[in-house]
């Protein structure tokens, strides 16, 4: 299983977001690490084929990044996302499991095991909009792995979970990147020292390190304030 | 198996603990669903409302035609964009409620959901509409192809309003924008009726036809358009 970016780009009117990035990435956590307005945002939107590349490829084991077979192994939690606001927590999985084409006794299956697994079984009939944060959050984790995707993508998951749930959270991502391609943005240095296998940091759209983080390496927050000291130093 | 025969060989063995049920679950589960059972599950999910409101709007035609006779038609007219924007609101629910991001990264993405959604309303309404048009057109006297025209104009009009007010506005807020237009469209459909009889002449119906078409065309060019708006305003 390998997933190919080449020479990925996106341009706006006066702007590269990302600027020809290539990545060739295979089963475990890739931790994604930027400043805001570093470009990770679109370039996991372009990943998970929602934003359309101004140049370049994404191609996961030949399945190209506009097809449906490569949507079918996709699992993406966004930064922030919306729901129905008649739906509870139970029709919101269901839903998500429709769109991603799952057999209708199959979904109510997994989505049981899923609520049980990020610990929203007994808020599973109450609706979404009375669900914290963090409860929302888990939710979207949740949907994510419906389809027990070859490719996930998480930007920004661990936003809004305290800090039991973030372990929680941490241990579940070390396991599911055992077999599947786990790709995850943060700013929170930590949550990548303790998940990702490698670490890839970008800085004004492109790739400014990519590769394991041992420590030999130093400390790796000390690290991303240097490469982002400018910005740090206006905060 | 008898049922006391299974109470007692129930009291009599303890059933191992389930090995490896996730892995032997994932071997035999199922074939993904098919387009078809996909358009059909989305049924499923469009809101009740949209289905009452356009049955009632039928039944209180159908009711008019009885007791007011060759104005019916005119009712129909002023009613049916109120059809249509159950028609917008549904086509237009995933953009409003923020769900657009993560239907476009399933298997079957956004374009899929809108295209179902509108197309079991679609159905819908032309069956509804088929039916009010030479009923009501019937008690005016009316050809059925003109007394349809009538009626489709308010609905074209008031879709492409509704969908210009969701892409300009990108929220939730576009739902009463929508209703507004809604509103004024019917309203217009009542004022042209009483005080600009002179457009529904047949030597007009040729504009009529040409505005029909015109809509029809902005109709198909907002949808696209709002697909197409849904990544870049993401972005931004």
């Known amino acids: ?235 | 198996m008898k049922r006391e025969m299974k109470t007692y060989l129930q009291e009599a063995f303890e059933a191992p603990e389930p090995v490896k049920k996730k892995e032997f679950l994932q071997m035999v589960r199922t074939e993904n669903v098919s387009t078809f059972d996909f358009v059909k599950a989305q049924i499923g999910y469009i809101r009740k409302r949209v289905w009452v409101v356009s049955v009632f709007i039928f039944m209180l035609v159908l009711a008019s035609a009885d007791y007011v006779g060759k104005e019916s038609i005119w009712i129909v007219s002023a009613l049916v964009p109120y059809i249509a924007l159950c028609a917008i609101a549904e086509g237009t629910r995933s953009t409003a409620y923020g769900m657009s991001e993560l239907e476009m990264s399933t298997r079957f993405s956004l374009k899929s959901v809108i295209l179902a959604r509108l197309t079991a309303i679609g159905c819908l309404h032309a069956l509804l509409l088929g039916v009010m048009i030479p009923v009501a057109g019937g008690t005016a006297f009316l050809p059925v192809i003109r007394s349809g025209i009538y009626v489709i104009l308010p609905y074209l009009l008031t879709t492409v309003l509704g969908l210009l007010a969701v892409r300009k506005l990108y929220d939730w807020e576009s739902t009463y924008v929508c209703m507004g237009c809604a509103v004024m469209v019917s309203l217009l459909s009542v004022w042209t009726r009483g005080f600009l009889v002179w457009i529904y002449e047949e030597k007009y119906f040729i504009w009529w036809c040409a505005l029909v078409v015109y809509l029809l065309v902005k109709v198909i060019k907002e949808y696209k358009k709002i697909i197409y708006q849904t990544e870049d305003v993401a972005w931004n």
């Open chain 1, 1 to 235: 299983m390998e997933l190919v970016i080449d020479r990925l780009s996106k341009q706006y009117k006066n702007k590269i977001a990302v600027d020809r990035i290539s990545l060739r990435l295979t089963p475990g956590v890739y931790g994604l690490l930027g400043a805001n307005g570093a470009g990770k945002t679109t370039l996991m939107r372009m990943i998970c084929g929602i934003l359309k590349p101004t140049g370049g490829t994404v191609v996961l084991d030949k399945a190209d990044v506009s097809t449906e077979e490569y949507r079918g192994k996709l699992g993406y939690l966004p930064q922030d996302f919306g729901y129905y606001p008649e739906f509870t927590g139970l029709d919101f999985l269901m839903y998500m499991a429709s769109l991603k084409g799952l057999e209708k006794s199959y979904a109510k299956r997994k989505v049981k095991e899923l609520m049980e697994v990020v610990g929203l079984t007994e808020q599973a009939k109450k609706k979404v909009k009375t669900y914290s944060g963090g409860m929302k959050q888990r939710l979207g984790v949740a949907q994510a792995l419906l389809n027990d995707p070859e490719l996930l993508v998480l930007d920004e998951p661990t936003a809004g979970l305290d800090p039991k749930e973030r372990v929680r959270f941490r241990n579940l991502i070390g396991e599911l990147g055992k077999k599947s391609i786990v790709l995850l943005s943060t700013h929170i240095v930590s949550d990548i020292e303790h998940i990702a296998d490698k670490v890839l940091m970008m800085k004004d759209g492109q790739l400014i390190y990519q590769g394991e983080w041992t420590e030999e390496n130093g400390d790796l927050e000390e690290f991303y304030l240097q490469q982002f000291g400018e910005e740090a130093g206006h905060e």
